[in-house]
């Protein structure tokens, strides 16, 4: 069973940066990892996922501020996040599933159904 902790979040002016982490226990090396945010009252949308050959995508509006990284020895999944707006403020949950990430059209699927296992969240508010 794998279970993912997410850590990092907290508050920040417009304009900074912050990296949030994902802790997995459980073999996650192998697996598709991905970022998703969700503010309320509004869907939980993935802006940044990781296939296990390290390819990467990005929702349009993180693209070029925002990185997704794993460590393979240390089992955690990064997202530095910088040029931070105010828009960004939402609770960030990491997301993951085994084998490699499904793909639409050839590009890596940020859909919330393919994606089985989830952390609590942790909360990212960015101040203007």
């Known amino acids: 069973q794998v279970q993912l902790v997410e850590s990092g979040g907290g508050s920040v002016q417009a304009g900074g940066s912050l990296r949030v982490s994902c802790a997995a226990s459980g073999y996650t090396n192998g697996f598709c990892m991905g970022w998703f945010r969700q503010t309320p009252g509004k869907e939980r949308e993935g802006i940044a996922t990781?296939?296990?050959?390290?390819?990467?995508s990005y929702e349009d509006s993180v693209k070029g501020r925002f990185t997704i990284s794993h460590d393979n020895a240390k089992n955690t999944l990064y997202l530095q996040m910088s040029s931070l707006k105010p828009e960004d403020t939402a609770m960030y949950y990491c997301a993951a599933d085994s084998g490699r990430c499904t793909r639409y059209g050839g590009r890596i699927s940020r859909n919330r159904a393919d994606f089985a296992y989830w952390g609590q969240g942790t909360q990212v508010t960015v101040s203007s």
């Open positions: 990781i296939d296990t050959d390290g390819s990467t």
